[in-house]
């Protein structure tokens, strides 16, 4: 049971595409505690191994609101296999220290994936809750996907970043999201129009 360092933006590793797991070994169970551990540690609500420097398809997260009622959900090799709407998102990362912008996701999400046993789940997340914010974020990290990379606005996102002192967006990552951007378009989020006023 340790607290690991976070591994920081600029890592090469963290654009890694990260290894299935085949085995529920010690090594993977250690990486796993090693994971609660880090998050708690740090208040996040979500971690991926490449972020502990372990490039192996493993997440976990906890996104009760205060931790006297936790909610540890474990993800081992998962698949997404179904993502419907599109909402905007402020969000940070944990290997992004206190950098925040606005990204597109996917309203509802349902991921299959091994639990810490071996077990496979299923689980749905909607309505653009938190739970399927944080599963599509952590998601990506381990195909080496950032969250600047579905930055809605690439200037905001590298003002954010330079005011933590952190490197600036890749253009070479910036994903392609027209029809999520669109969708997003038609139907601002709440906070946005309270920005307008
Ligand atoms: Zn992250």
């Known amino acids: ?15 890694e595409k990260s290894k299935e797991v085949h085995k529920i070994s010690k090594k993977i169970q250690i990486i796993i505690d090693d994971l609660y551990d880090t998050l708690y540690a740090t208040n996040g609500v ?3 191994a490449p972020q502990i420097g372990e490039n192996y398809r ?3 997260v906890d996104v009760g609101m205060d931790k006297k009622t936790m909610n540890p959900i474990t993800f081992i090799n998962p698949k997404i296999i179904k993502k419907e709407g599109a909402v905007s998102s402020f969000e940070g990362c944990l290997s992004f220290p206190e950098a925040y ?3 597109r996701r996917y309203k509802y999400v349902k991921i299959k994936a091994l639990d810490e046993k071996g077990r496979s789940f299923i689980l749905e997340a909607g309505e653009g809750s938190l739970l399927a914010r944080c599963i599509q974020h952590e998601y990506d990290h381990l195909d080496g996907i ?3 990379d ?5 200037f905001d996102a590298n003002k954010a970043l330079a005011e933590k002192g952190l490197n600036g967006i890749d253009e070479k990552y910036l994903l392609d999201e027209k029809e ?4 997003i378009l038609k139907n601002p989020p709440p906070e946005e129009e309270k920005k307008i006023d």
């Not at 690991?4 to 600029?10: A, E, L, N, P």
């Not at 579905?150 to 690439?154: K, V």
């Open 58 to 60: 493993i997440f976990v």
């Open 180 to 183: 999520l951007e669109e969708e």
């Open 101 to 103: 912008t606005n990204v």
């Open 46 to 48: 979500g971690l991926a």
């Open 1 to 15: 049971m340790t607290v690991r360092k976070v591994v920081r933006y600029g890592t090469p590793s963290l654009r």
């Open 150 to 154: 579905h930055c809605r606005n690439r």
């Open 146 to 148: 950032l969250f600047i």
